[in-house]
């Protein structure tokens, strides 16, 4: 495990680990869960909630929110302006500030017709628990949080304090956007998953802060499992499943089983909390502070870390204002009735992933950030060239490929006695040693080979 907190350290928790998904409104994929637990604020019967065709056509039509959700395809739109207008139900324009607006959700459908004719029934539309039996046994068995709504970052703080962090990656991992985590000194704290993770659960070896990166890209060998539409929830059930069923520690066994003016928090998003700690099928509505205005929302998990490790202060207004978890934490003794096995996901797509497909905008975001690492952004081209024409298939080759000449760099600065402080940066023009030595193992031949030892 990660080092002892500080001696005023007041709560049972040595570990906190953070996995992200991506891109799925509360109601969308837990909404239906009300039906198993009326706490849960969801939808009851799904005829409280609709949309019409065109806010500004009575007579357009009205779509009805159902639960007959399965694999959504295309990728609905979550631009700043989609989701101004799915919230106001107008399109974005600078003349009306968005105060003078209601902001009645009446704007999805619309929204949605006019990416593409029939998109509208896909976002009206949540998952039946049985759909998504993963998140459902969560739901049930742990915490579930239904109000979720240039910098110091949360390493940094607890680094200062004398805490570990660790990130485990699958494909380049996304938190190198942030800069200050190029640095050598934390080159220590990137683990790939799959040779990893399970090992460090298993020997008590894991950091006291985690974060577990998933794959962004959806290949055949190697489908996405980060939730973001178009990729199947089945393979991202299967990866929460994979994350919560690795050995614990003291081999405890349960039974079987643009223009945005951040004035607004936007949809919800679901957050399910899991540990032994938290009393079985616990609902949590809004925080009780620590402002009569506090919501839970992102912040709310490095605010949450602050409050748990004791760390000396906040990041920024934003995490002071945000409402924490640590409440849930009441519990003298861990439960021992958890489950240790989850249910099977259930399948909701029969295609392959389609390797030649186009870029989300996020793909083409980590595509621009290894061009950054591989040192390809001080050429001619410049990193938002490299995305136009490129696949899927073709863009994790290009990310994998800049990633290992990142992580080569890194090393051999490390061999040349630089200081630790220092950002790891490919030079121009690249040098030989930046190149793949012949003795080398690649992130890549690590990457497939690990692939190899969990399939075979």
Known sequence: MGPEPSSNFQ????TIVVLVQENRSFDHMLGWMKTLNPEIDGVATGTEYSNPLSTSDPNSGRL??????????????????????????????QDVPSK???P?????????????KGMSETVVNGFNPDAVPVYKELVSEFALSVEGLP??????SLDDASLSFGIYYQYPPSTLFYRNLRKLEYLKNFHPFDLTFKRHCKEGKLPNYVVIEQRYFDLKILPGNDDHPSHDVFESQKFVKQVYEVPSPDDLIGPEPYKFQFDRLGVRVPAILISPWIEKGTVLHGPSGPYPTSQ????????????IFNLKEFLTKRDAWAGTFESLINREN??????????????????????????????????????????????????????????????????????EKFLDECERLKQNGADEFTICSLPLPVAEHSKKQPNSRSFISKFFSCVACNNS
């Open 104 to 116: 009645a959700m009446r704007g999805f459908a619309q929204n949605a017709e006019r990416k593409q």
């Open 11 to 14: 709560f049972p928790i040595k």
């Open 64 to 93: 009805y929110f159902t639960e007959k959700s399965t694999y959504v395809d295309p990728d609905p739109g979550h631009s700043i302006q989609d989701i101004y207008e799915q919230i106001f139900g107008v399109q974005w324009t």
């Open 100 to 102: 003078q607006l209601n």
């Open 296 to 307: 839970f929302e992102y912040s709310s998990i490095p605010a949450t870390v602050k409050k």
């Open 151 to 156: 910098q110091k970052t949360i390493f940094e």
């Open 334 to 403: 861990p439960r021992t009735d958890c489950p240790e096995i989850l249910p099977e996901p259930v399948r909701l797509r029969d295609t392959e992933a389609k390797e030649d497909a186009k870029l989300t905008d996020f793909q083409k975001e980590l595509v621009q950030m290894t061009a950054v690492l591989g040192g390809d952004h001080k050429k001619d081209i410049y990193p938002h060239k490299l995305v136009g024409g490129r696949t899927v298939a073709t863009a994790v080759d290009y990310a994998n490929t800049s990633f």
